[in-house]
């Protein structure tokens, strides 16, 4: 099997951080048989960069492929010097396009763009999404793989809808708009609804506090818990019953695959990558942006509608397990081979 040098943000260890792309998918990699080196678990952005350029110059007789986790803002400027010293090492480099707003950047920063996405060997997009827009702008050089589940590992539950628990499971960063699940509880109990709401992931930006004091500003109790493992926050959804994701942008959130393999009805803002995901009232439900008024509502429907949510919890289930990776890595050694 092929060499494999992968480079992303290994921040697991950090409490601002969840589990990332290069550790989750750079053990499924190796345990495919792919020899793999992955890198960077330090804290400090400038060094971060600095061990990045290191280890793959280091590495540059090593390796065969050189994998980069893209994203569309600080981590952008990450991939473009990465990959323009495995341009001048000759390293075949293959940007994976994790970032929901990447599509912004490619118009803001055309050049940097440019020599990144046309000199690499391929780009992986995770969602059509992602492909569709990169192709418009004339990146041709590009193939969707999904993201992926470890199906065995999430056991579907069904759910019984007499009352009103959402869970909410994300980075506290201000893109993906914590407060708008904390307005979405308000709304819901103003109408004297019986609603409990759990918000689940690690403050990326200091939005977990904005979002306590938000809370406390609008006399509501939210279960915070905090950064939890993928076990721990598996045996948490259990007792919840409705999965509500606010972002503002995404691409191909593995948190609300994970959802609808577990069995959770999601009700998600329609932005970035999200429409390929969930076709609305089908497998889910899609809301504007910022619309706490089409989340109650949409809430309130699952509530009513008990059969028609069951109807869409098991075609979710059924389309994700297409998206498990004993599928997935098919494509990912036929790219890497």
């Known amino acids: 099997m092929k060499r494999l040098l992968y480079i992303g943000n290994k921040l697991n260890n950090s409490k601002t951080a969840n589990v990332s792309s290069v ?27 600095l061990h990045m350029l290191w280890v793959c110059y280091k590495s540059r007789s090593k390796v065969d492929f050189v994998l980069i986790d893209t994203y569309s803002t600080l981590n952008f400027y990450y991939a ?18 994790r970032g929901g707003d990447l599509p912004s950047r ?61 869970l909410w ?14 307005e979405v509880f308000k709304s819901l109990k103003n109408e004297g609804v019986y609603v409990k709401l759990c918000m689940v992931g690690p403050d990326s930006d200091g939005s977990l506090q904005e979002s306590k004091k938000y809370a406390d500003q609008l006399g509501v109790e939210v279960r915070f818990t905090g950064k939890l493992t993928k076990k721990e926050w598996i045996k948490l959804s259990e007792d919840y019953n409705i999965f509500i994701n606010t972002t503002n942008f995404d691409n191909m959130p593995v948190s609300v695959i ?4 577990l069995g959770l009805p999601v009700v998600s803002t329609n ?25 109650v509502d949409s809430i309130k429907n699952i509530i009513k509608s008990s059969d028609n949510s069951n109807l869409i919890i098991e075609e979710a289930r059924n389309h994700v397990e297409n998206l498990d990776w004993k599928i997935i890595k098919k494509q990912w050694v036929k790219v890497l081979k």
Request: with cysteine.
């Open 106 to 166: 490619l118009k803001k920063s055309p050049k940097l763009s440019k020599a990144i996405f046309n000199n690499a060997y391929l780009n992986i997009a995770p969602s059509l999404y992602i492909k569709s827009n990169f192709e418009a702008l004339g990146f041709n050089n590009i193939t969707c793989i999904p993201n992926s589940i470890e199906l065995k590992n999430y056991p579907f539950k069904k759910r019984i809808f007499d009352d009103i628990r959402l």
């Open 23 to 49: 550790e989750i998918l750079g053990r499924l990699l190796g345990e495919v048989g792919f020899s793999i080196i992955s890198i960077s678990d330090k804290k400090n952005t400038l060094l971060r960069l």
């Open 169 to 182: 499971v994300r980075s506290f960063s201000k893109i993906y708009n914590p407060n708008l699940a904390i």
């Open 80 to 97: 473009f010097f990465v990959s323009q010293l495995c341009r001048m090492l000759r390293l075949k480099f293959i940007p994976i396009l």
């Open 258 to 261: 994970e959802a609808m393999a």
């Open 271 to 295: 932005v970035g990558g999200i429409p390929f995901l969930i076709e609305n009232n089908k497998n889910g439900i899609l809301v504007e942006p910022n619309s706490a008024s089409g989340f």
